[in-house]
């Protein structure tokens, strides 16, 4: 037979040789041109390990440790590992998972990579773990990796310690040009543990080693000597005394509100509590993402940080920063009297006093009996001071002196999301009634009802500048940042406000608040052996019964403690919050709480207004 | 009677050493790759590569068997064994266990028999013998009917395997039917459609259905004073129809496949997918630079880094540790061992022994292509085995078989010689 194509050996041989050129240009330009390659080569054989840094720590103003740092575990899994005779069902009971967890892990595993460790299971505690470890040798492709959670010994302060979470993208992304975080790092998402992130983080540590793809560790790379150990964060101090924290979170139990107490000589926030309050230590680890959307949508918003977030009519508490305005702009006298008819006419209208009381002759009288018809007098003569048909001047002088308290302002404490309130201005009236307005119109500011809205913290802000007699300073709620061996002070939060208002005028006050205590509004509320000086307020709301409203100082004299205390719905100011403010003041001052107290703390922590459950 | 000449000095020798040195670095790289400190004897049977030289000689042994046998019990059993190997490819189907989500392996407890690597050595013959016996040649579609049968049907069969890789391999037989009388035509268009296959995973059919109707109006402009305008206008029409048909239905088949399958294609076109193969190989190759990190001090391949770093990825091991020389000289060992076989057949004056060096150079060569296309880059991941160099008893042993039968065969070259 003839062979006819001898030429077309051509054919096969040309395509030999056009693809033996093409892998050598190929592998010319991976081997020899393109870095890319040579650089990711390194990365892979020698890898650097993370090393997670402890977390920083916090104490209490006393040196107790308040929230410091537990372990838990994350098992890790590599797919390409593990035995196909696996003993699941063991696996599983060493976890406590199920099998269809198992399943579906694994299967997330499989797809993420078969060569690289993937977290299999988070959040193992101790006890789970150690079964783990104990069979781990059954468990080919398995290992665990340890975590630092955070944990508080005294499961209270929820809101004001925060909580931390794994890191989310966005934030991830935020941070991309510093390589902050890493996806699945902890970072604070509330309270001081967002504020002080920077500080309580700490620095990674880097440790190079030698790994297969396995993530085997062969050794350590160079001898370590371009290891980094990791930087514990810095150890904070908290001006918060945990001992009266306790107490008013218990008050508080079944209520809605807030006690915030300060140090009014230095600013430093002794108690911020909340009501209804959870265990911050419910929200550690796996169980953030079980139990935060609950308490997100519970009815009764425990997450509100009603301390510095809600925003309530301040009453009858205004009523002595309102005298000490009058007074400073020369409205009134100390001695002004006013004869309380029992009501006060606007226009055709009235406003109604709460009680009978004999004419109060001078401005303690005033604070004592919390007359209503005496503080819209001396509101109304406050802006109209010169001449009631210029009220407008006297009005934005009234209302510069009077946000000089800490009124319609972030006080700038270190806690996210402060809200700022509010005090109308004249341009706000002028919008509203067209110009058409008169003292008449916004009498309730007087008595703090109206347009007037305040945080506790600034209720309680707003006495630190009369028990210090003239200037606050920004409450803060942390202290101290450990550094050379010690905890120096935190500067960044020392900064004094002056008001401009004379000591005789406080002082007068001074002496109507402690009248209060002993024979007026608040007269249930003697601390034996000291003097309580304070300011009951019933705030009348829309959605149902009275806040109840006291804030006060004691002692008299060099006071150390400002409380300031609502419960919402609780009814008049004597009823709830002024029994709560002296069993706080008392507590903190006198180190314990006398039998003879013990009964009213009782009382009070068991007078539910609300049912608040966290629902499992 | 004058003692003949013994078989020794009729052999080809370049031939058999190119062969035997590409047995040798393999050897050498599977230790290199699978290298176990505890275990550094390289005839420790314990460990791959123990295994592999055990499989080495047994591969010689039945080298020289064959080599002191006659040729003829290969072309006149031909079909004989392509008839065995085809009944083993449908056992196979039944009894196998999937491995590595082909069902490719019959398990005989010291060995697992893989009938496809021996499908192509066999389906080699049965076209020898085929072809070989033509009385004309395959310019004539029944007799190229019949040579396409004979490689169908082992194609589909290991298809139904799901071993994607060893069937490609027997698509090269379009290049020896060439060789043998068909048309070349059906070469372009094979040509064609791949490249059609690549520019369809690469632009939408939108684009290419467009591109190609602005081609063929250009064509029928230029060529519009022709007489045979309606005849390009008509062909222009059915080849721009068969493009829109085709790479609509391959954007439908890619909606079809599985996950890994999608993702291999994908990151081939550079469209991202899940390229941890691809990155890792290039990643090893490129960290052997020029002359390589040196025997046994490559850690990408070694470190587990490199999934079948023994197998499918070896030319890794070699680039990572010999660098772009041991790879320049693998590929010319390749080149030199195929041009060597084609040069042989082509002077060799028995048909069948001629058919047959051609058949076996396009099973090496589609081998050789995708084994390190695919290692480069260039080519999806396919799982095939680099001819002579990767670890695996089957194979080795169907391509010594393979071999060492054309040297048999070249060595009767005198015989022929009229």
Redesign the interface.
């Known amino acids: 037979m003839q062979d006819i194509f001898p030429q077309r050996i051509k054919m096969i041989q040309g395509v030999i040789i056009f693809f033996s050129f093409l892998f050598l240009i190929n592998l010319f330009y991976i081997q020899l041109i393109d870095n890319k390659y040579k650089i990711k080569a390194k990365d892979n054989a020698i890898k650097e390990l993370i090393e997670y840094p402890s977390r920083g720590l916090i104490y209490d103003r006393n040196n107790k440790l308040i929230v410091h740092n537990t372990n838990q575990f994350e098992i890790m899994v590599t797919n390409a590992e593990v035995d196909a005779n696996l003993d699941t069902s063991q696996l599983c009971k060493d976890l406590a998972i199920t099998q269809d967890y198992f399943l579906e892990s694994m299967k997330k595993a499989r797809k993420a990579s078969r060569y690289r460790p993937y977290v299999f299971l988070k959040y193992v505690d101790d006890s789970n773990y150690q079964r783990f470890q104990e069979h781990i040798f059954k468990y080919k492709g398995f290992f665990g990796q340890t975590r630092f959670v955070r944990d508080y010994p005294y499961a209270n302060g929820a809101l004001l310690f925060g909580d931390v979470g794994e890191i989310d993208s966005s934030q991830i992304k935020k941070y991309a040009d510093t390589y902050t975080y890493l996806s699945g790092d902890y970072i604070g998402k509330n309270g001081i543990e967002v504020y002080y992130e920077d500080l309580l983080r700490g620095q990674r540590g880097i440790r190079t080693v030698v790994v297969d793809a396995l993530n085997r560790v062969k050794g350590s790379y160079a001898n370590g000597e371009n290891d980094n150990d990791p930087i514990a964060g810095k150890n904070l101090q908290a001006s918060i005394d945990i001992n009266i924290q306790t107490l008013g979170e218990e008050l508080l139990t079944n209520k809605r509100g807030s006690i915030i107490a300060i140090e009014p000589s230095t600013g430093e926030v002794l108690a911020l509590c909340n009501g209804p309050t959870y265990d911050p230590n419910l929200l550690r680890g796996g169980n953030r993402n079980k139990y935060y959307p609950k308490l997100l949508l519970n009815k009764y918003k425990p997450l509100y940080n009603r301390a510095i977030q809600g925003l309530y009519p301040p009453g009858s508490t205004f009523k002595a920063p309102s005298a000490l305005v009058a007074l400073q702009m020369g409205a009134i006298n100390p001695n002004f009297a006013y004869y309380c008819p029992g009501y006060y006419p606007i226009g055709k209208k009235s406003l109604k006093c709460s009680h009978r009381h004999a004419p109060c002759r001078n401005i303690e009288e005033g604070l004592t009996q919390s007359c209503n018809p005496y503080f819209c007098q001396v509101f109304r003569e406050s802006i109209e001071v010169s001449n009631s048909k210029r009220f407008q001047k006297d009005y934005d002088r009234w209302y510069k002196n009077i946000c000089r308290f800490g009124y319609r302002r972030k006080l700038g404490i270190d806690l996210k999301n402060e809200k700022r309130g509010n005090v109308p201005d004249t341009a706000y009236y002028n919008k509203i009634y067209k110009n058409q307005w008169r003292a008449t119109t916004v009498i309730s500011l007087g008595i703090g009802q109206g347009e007037i809205l305040a945080t506790p913290l600034q209720m309680a802000n707003s006495y630190c500048v009369i028990a210090n007699k003239g200037y606050y300073i920004t409450p803060h709620v942390i202290k101290g940042i450990y550094a050379n061996g010690k905890f120096e002070p935190n500067t960044a939060k020392k900064i004094k406000v002056n008001v401009p208002i004379d000591k005789l005028y406080f002082d007068r006050v001074t002496d109507g608040l402690e009248m209060v205590v002993q024979a007026g509004t608040a007269r249930a509320s003697k601390i034996e052996g000291i003097a309580l000086c304070g300011k009951t307020g019933t705030a009348q709301n829309p959605h149902g019964e009275d806040h109840s409203i006291f804030v006060g100082f004691a002692p008299k004299v060099n006071p150390k403690i400002v409380i300031a205390c609502i419960v919402e719905n609780g009814g008049g100011g004597g009823g709830l919050a002024a029994p709560i403010v002296s069993l706080m003041a008392e507590r903190y001052l006198k180190d314990s709480l006398p039998p003879a107290s013990l009964n009213k703390y009782s009382s009070i922590k068991n007078r539910h207004l609300i049912n608040f459950q966290i629902d499992e | 009677m004058a003692k003949s000449p013994s078989i020794f000095n009729k052999l080809d020798w370049p031939l058999l050493m190119t062969f035997l040195i590409l047995m040798v670095i393999g050897l050498i790289t599977i230790y290199a790759a699978g290298y176990n400190p505890d275990h550094p004897k390289i005839y420790d049977i314990s460990q791959t590569y123990g295994k592999q030289l055990i499989w080495i000689g047994i591969c010689l042994v039945l080298g020289f068997i064959i080599i002191n046998m006659n040729s003829k019990v290969f072309s006149v059993f031909a079909y004989a064994y392509y008839g065995i190997i085809l009944l083993l490819l449908i056992v196979v189907l039944f009894i196998a266990k999937e491995v590595n989500g082909a069902k490719a392996w019959i398990d005989l407890g010291f060995f697992r028999l893989q009938p496809s690597e021996f499908a192509k050595f066999t389906t080699c013959l049965g076209l020898a013998y085929y072809i070989s016996e ?4 395959l310019a004539y579609a029944k007799k190229l009917m019949m040579a396409l049968g004979i490689i169908i049907i082992p194609f589909i069969l290991i298809l139904a395997q799901h071993d994607m890789g060893s069937a490609l391999v027997f698509l090269s037989f379009a ?1 020896l039917l ?4 068909m048309s ?1 035509y059906i ?1 372009f268009a094979g040509f064609f459609v791949i490249i059609i296959s690549i520019l369809s995973l690469l632009l939408s059919p939108v684009y290419l259905i467009l591109s190609m109707v602005v081609l063929v109006i250009i064509i029928a402009f230029f060529n519009r004073k022709s007489k045979d305008l309606d005849k390009y206008i008509i062909v222009g029409v059915a080849i721009t129809s068969f493009v829109a048909i085709y790479s609509i239905s391959i954007d439908l088949v890619m909606d079809k496949l599985d996950k890994h399958q999608k993702d291999r294609i994908n990151v081939l076109v550079g469209k991202g997918g899940n390229d ?1 193969n691809v ?2 190989s ?9 002359s390589g990190k040196g025997f046994l001090k490559g ?2 391949s ?6 079948a770093k023994e197998t499918d990825f070896i030319f890794c091991t070699i ?1 990572e540790e010999w ?2 020389l041991g ?2 000289l693998v ?1 010319g060992l ?2 030199f061992l ?2 060597r076989i ?1 040069y042989l057949s ?1 002077k060799h004056s028995s ?1 069948f022994s001629k058919v047959y060096g ?1 058949a076996i ?2 099973v090496l ?1 589609m081998h ?2 995708i084994n ?2 695919m290692t ?3 080519v999806p991941v396919i799982g095939i085995p680099l001819p002579a160099l990767s670890y695996g008893g089957s194979s080795l042993l169907s391509f010594s078989v393979m071999i060492f039968a054309f040297i048999r065969m070249d060595s009767e070259r005198w015989i022929y010689t009229s």
């Open positions: 033509l009385e004309t040649n290049f060439n060789r043998f009388g070349d070469i941890w990155r890792q290039k990643i090893a190759l490129g960290a052997g630079q020029f850690t990408q070694k470190m587990n880094f490199l999934p680039g660098g772009f790879c320049g590929i390749y080149v195929m041009m084609l082509e048909k051609y150079v396009c060569m050789f292509i390190i296309g480069v880059g260039l």
